[in-house]
């Protein structure tokens, strides 16, 4: 059974840091691009960074380039979000979320996410 | 770029059927594929249905998915609906390697 638990959410002061983990489970993790998608209190979905099967390509939102950093540790079947000078917009719950591996992209499984809060 | 637009709410009956409408600001609909989720009220978004039209094993056939190339746009249909169907629903496709969401219709089974 596909399993992916994010972890590291919490409060955060605005221009605070947080990384953000996901434990990935019941698959070939080194097999799949893996994603975060967010939600930010009563809003929709919004993909915030993709990074593929190798960790070699990275892709991120207009909205938070330059200020993240999408990585993950194949051998520890991990993926991680480095959150730097972070705002009151970023505040959202975070979701690990599976490519499904389809030649396009989708998300094929999502964990229960992390909730992010960035407030003084 | 573009943009995925669906309808804030919709509403109808148990038994009935209702389709939810996804659409696509600029380019070709028929250039990507596109996804729906269902997403119940506290937890995670599930998938429904996945290129255009199939359904992930576990998802009732009474889901199904299509896209019209005149309207430039993806529809979500689903048929004798239940209470348990109540939920948000949300449109996506790709650009490039990024992914777009559209802005989510809440779904009430009244």
């Known amino acids: 059974e596909v399993q992916l638990v994010e972890s590291g959410g919490g409060l955060v002061k605005p221009g605070g840091s947080l990384r953000l983990s996901c434990a990935a489970s019941?698959?070939?993790?080194?097999?799949?691009?893996m994603n975060w998608v967010r939600q930010a209190p009563g809003k929709g979905l919004e993909w915030v960074s993709s990074?593929?099967?190798?960790?070699?390509?990275?892709f991120y939102a207009g909205s938070v380039k330059g200020r993240i950093t999408i990585s993950r540790d194949n051998a520890g079947n991990s993926l991680y979000l480095q959150m730097n000078s972070l705002r009151a917009e970023d505040t959202a719950v975070y979701y690990c979320?599976?490519?499904?591996?389809?030649?396009?992209?989708?998300?094929?499984?999502w964990g229960q996410g992390t909730l992010v809060t960035v407030s003084s | 770029n573009f943009i995925l637009t669906q309808p804030h709410s919709v509403s109808e009956s148990p038994g009935k059927t209702v389709t939810i409408s996804c659409t696509r600001s600029?380019?070709?609909?028929?250039?990507?594929?596109v996804q729906w989720y269902q997403q119940r009220p506290g937890t995670s978004p599930t998938i429904v249905i996945y290129?255009?039209?199939?359904?992930p094993s576990g998802v009732p056939d009474r889901f199904s998915g299509s896209i019209d190339i005149s309207s430039n746009s993806a529809f979500l249909t689903i048929s004798g609906l239940k209470t348990e169907d109540e939920a948000d629903y949300y449109c996506?496709?790709?650009?490039?390697?990024?992914?777009?969401f559209g802005g989510g219709t809440k779904l009430t089974v009244l």
């Open positions: 979320a599976r490519d499904a591996n389809r030649g396009h992209a989708y998300n094929d499984h």
């Open positions: 019941g698959f070939f993790f080194s097999s799949h691009t």
């Open positions: 990074i593929s099967a190798a960790g070699n390509y990275m």
């Open positions: 600029s380019g070709s609909i028929a250039n990507q594929y």
């Open positions: 290129e255009d039209n199939q359904g």
């Open positions: 996506q496709s790709s650009d490039s390697s990024n992914q777009v």
